[in-house]
Every structure is written in C-alpha cells, then in structure tokens.
C-alpha cells in the first residue's frame, strides 16, 4: 500500500510521523547552488543524476539553477520524470528488452531521451523503436573507462559511433564516460589516478570516433566523488553528480581534496525512540526497512555520544554512551543513510524542512522503478 504522507506544510517538524524521509532545506539547496555555481564558472554542462532522488520537485530545482536535464538509470524511472514536465532525459545503462525501447521512444515524443549502447543489436533494436514511434533518439557509445562494467574498450568506439550514425531514429551524440569504481576511493591521490586512466582512455576512445569521421560533440560522466577531476580535465563537457545534493555517510568518509567543495548532509531519516530498556540502550522505529545498508550504518547526527547500533527489520539499536544525554520513548534522532539513493527508494514522499516547520511534501515518483 502507498505510505501515509508523513506531515504538511506547515506542521512543525517534530509533528512528522516517523519514520519518515526529511531534506533539511537550507542545506539542500546550498549544495545545489555550490554545484551549480561552480560548472557554469568552467562553462561545462551539469545533468544531475535523479536515480540519487528519484523526485520531479528536486529535478525542477536543478534545472532552474541550469542544468540541461538529468540523469537516469531505468526506463520507468526516465519515463516518469518526462510525464513530470523533464524535456531532456539521458539514460544511463544499457536497454535491450524491444518493449522498454518502445516505451522510450514513445517517450522521445515528448522530450529528448539519450541512450547508451555497447552493442551494435541493441542499437539496431532501439533504431527499430525510434522509427515505428516517429520519434528520435540520442545515441551515446559507452565506455569502459576503468570501472570494468558496462562499455567498449577505446579502440572499438569508432566502429561502433559509425553504426549509431548510420541507424534511422538514431542521432549519435557523443561518449558516456562515467567511473563509477572512483566515487568512493577514500583518498585524494587514490580518485585523482582513477580518474587520470579515465581521461587516457577517453582521448584514446574520441580518436578513434573522429577517425571515423564524426564530431565527438559531447562528453558526459563524473559523479560526486570525483566531479572536480573530470572538471578540470579539459576533456569532460557534461558532469552527472547526483548524491552532491543530499550527501550520505558513505561519501562522508572520503577524504576531500584541499580544494573540494564541501557539501552538507541535507537528507535524513528521522526516527522515534520506541523504547529505552537500559541506560546504554535506546530502541527506534527506523530498522532495515528504513535504510539501505549496503554502505553501512547510518550516521546519529547532531547527537554526541549516540550510535546506531544494529537494526533487525522494524527496530533500530542505539548505543547510548556513559555521560551522554539520555533518551526517553518519543525523543527523536536524525540518521545520515549510509547510502542515500537505494534508501531514498524506500519511501513514497520526501518532507522537506526549514526553521523547525515543514515547508513542502515531495512526492518520489520514480520510486521502485526497476524496469
């Protein structure tokens, strides 16, 4: 069933039923402006990825602040923002099923949809839809620029971008070249030599693109690990950080370069105390069904001397030091997700907050999209 809307504008924040998923708006769209800010002073192009978010609400705001679209990783998800009013919508993954490629290009009717390949059959599949549906579709060749996922080596991108070029209801539009391995390497120099093999085999790949005879217009990829290197690259034009707007516990623990912008924790999950059986522990509402814990626990915020513990499915273990302010059933803490996008796609509505009071309920619309 649909999850209760947790609050209203206008409610104070601790009127939210927990638990529940609240973006602190002040710093949310101080990391928006920050990112914002800093692409369009290199004259590059931002496309937030929306699979950190899945919100039509958070889409709009960054492309109010002038981004050219978004990102996306599943078909549904891509569809649900363009029926949201998004006009310009990459998908980053590969789509082979003809009936997903049928519905993107009903889709690319209404709004430009861009599509990654490193198969010349799904091309020729996607090409198909794109012409029954009159519609056309941007093509990107993928590669595989150290991640060891999806993507073509340098040396077949030429052969391949001519395939795009020649395929009817196709327009081939440039090189997807994300590193996905380098978001979390913990140090500095660690992301920098990621990042450094990235940008060789990304010269070595638009070579071979131009050998063949076409224009490398576009080269998009960089996440929030790592936006700062493809930025100063000079070979990326187009950047896809998407977690830069929430920030989770996980990017938390990188180790910021000295000239790495600082972004703050906006999203959290607010929970309530249920029960306290001893002094050294505090049981709340929020347990594995509340969070993904695929990088780890999540983060206490505000509250010294207070760990999340372990959870089971519906409960959540405190670890209450000795000195700390002790907790009482109803007090609520504030939990940083290890892992903001897959916890994000646990709830039906984001509450965002300002000054104590709710100023505005987000639905999620592309929540469980996996097709």
Same mark, same amino acid.
């Given at each position: 069933?649909?999850? !209760?809307?947790?609050?209203?504008?206008?409610?104070?924040?601790?009127?939210?039923?927990?638990?529940?998923?609240?973006?602190?708006?002040?710093?949310?769209?101080?990391?928006?402006?920050?990112?914002?800010?800093?692409?369009?002073? &290199?004259?590059?192009?931002?496309?937030?990825?929306?699979?950190?978010?899945?919100?039509? &609400?958070?889409?709009?705001?960054?492309?109010?602040?002038?981004?050219?679209?978004?990102?996306?990783?599943?078909?549904?998800?891509?569809?649900?923002?363009?029926?949201?009013?998004?006009?310009?919508?990459?998908?980053?993954?590969?789509?082979?099923?003809? %009936?997903?490629? &049928?519905?993107?290009?009903?889709?690319?009717?209404?709004?430009?949809?861009?599509?990654?390949?490193?198969?010349?059959?799904?091309?020729?599949?996607?090409?198909?839809?794109?012409?029954?549906?009159?519609?056309?579709?941007?093509?990107?060749?993928?590669?595989?620029?150290?991640?060891?996922?999806?993507?073509?080596?340098?040396? !077949?991108? /030429?052969?391949?971008?001519?395939?795009?070029?020649?395929?009817?209801?196709?327009?081939?539009?440039?090189?997807?070249?994300?590193?996905?391995?380098?978001?979390?390497?913990?140090?500095?120099?660690?992301?920098?030599?990621?990042?450094?093999?990235?940008?060789? !085999?990304?010269?070595?790949?638009?070579?071979?693109?131009?050998?063949?005879?076409?224009?490398?217009?576009?080269?998009?990829?960089?996440?929030?690990?790592?936006?700062?290197?493809?930025?100063?690259?000079?070979?990326?034009?187009?950047?896809?950080?998407?977690?830069?707007?929430?920030?989770?516990?996980?990017?938390?623990?990188?180790?910021?370069?000295? %000239?790495?912008?600082?972004?703050?924790?906006?999203?959290?999950?607010?929970?309530?105390?249920?029960?306290?059986?001893?002094?050294? !522990?505090?049981?709340?509402?929020?347990?594995?069904?509340?969070?993904?814990?695929?990088?780890?626990?999540?983060?206490?915020?505000? %509250?010294?001397?207070?760990?999340?513990?372990?959870?089971?499915?519906?409960?959540?273990?405190?670890?209450?030091?000795? /000195? &700390?302010?002790?907790?009482?059933?109803?007090?609520?803490?504030?939990?940083?997700?290890?892992?903001?996008?897959?916890?994000?796609?646990?709830?039906?509505?984001?509450?965002?907050?300002?000054?104590? %009071?709710?100023?505005?309920?987000?639905?999620?619309?592309?929540?469980?999209?996996?097709?």
């Amino acid at each position: 069933m649909p999850q !209760r809307i947790p609050a209203a504008a206008g409610d104070p924040q601790d009127a939210i039923e927990t638990p529940a998923l609240v973006v602190d708006l002040d710093a949310f769209e101080a990391n928006l402006d920050a990112m914002a800010a800093a692409v369009a002073a &290199a004259g590059l192009r931002l496309r937030p990825h929306a699979k950190s978010h899945k919100c039509p &609400a958070i889409a709009h705001a960054q492309i109010a602040r002038g981004a050219v679209g978004i990102c996306c990783q599943k078909t549904d998800e891509a569809l649900a923002f363009v029926a949201a009013g998004v006009r310009d919508v990459l998908l980053t993954n590969e789509v082979v099923d003809p %009936r997903k490629l &049928a519905r993107l290009a009903a889709g690319a009717r209404e709004a430009r949809i861009g599509l990654l390949f490193d198969d010349a059959t799904a091309a020729r599949t996607a090409s198909a839809a794109a012409a029954a549906a009159g519609a056309t579709l941007d093509a990107y060749v993928e590669i595989d620029v150290g991640a060891g996922r999806c993507g073509v080596l340098p040396q !077949r991108a /030429g052969e391949l971008a001519a395939i795009l070029a020649a395929l009817p209801g196709l327009r081939f539009a440039g090189l997807h070249c994300y590193h996905g391995g380098a978001q979390h390497l913990r140090t500095p120099a660690g992301r920098e030599a990621a990042i450094a093999g990235a940008r060789e !085999r990304v010269l070595a790949a638009r070579r071979e693109v131009e050998r063949a005879g076409l224009e490398v217009a576009i080269v998009t990829g960089a996440g929030t690990g790592t936006w700062p290197l493809e930025l100063a690259s000079g070979v990326w034009n187009e950047l896809q950080p998407g977690s830069y707007a929430f920030m989770d516990a996980d990017y938390g623990r990188n180790e910021p370069a000295e %000239r790495d912008l600082r972004f703050r924790h906006s999203l959290f999950a607010i929970a309530s105390v249920m029960s306290v059986p001893a002094p050294e !522990r505090a049981v709340c509402d929020a347990g594995l069904k509340a969070f993904s814990f695929d990088s780890g626990l999540p983060l206490v915020h505000g %509250r010294e001397g207070l760990n999340y513990a372990k959870a089971s499915d519906e409960h959540g273990v405190l670890a209450v030091a000795p /000195g &700390a302010k002790p907790l009482a059933p109803g007090d609520r803490v504030w939990l940083v997700p290890g892992h903001c996008d897959p916890t994000v796609n646990l709830y039906d509505w984001i509450v965002g907050v300002r000054g104590g %009071r709710v100023e505005c309920v987000w639905p999620v619309s592309a929540r469980g999209a996996l097709g």
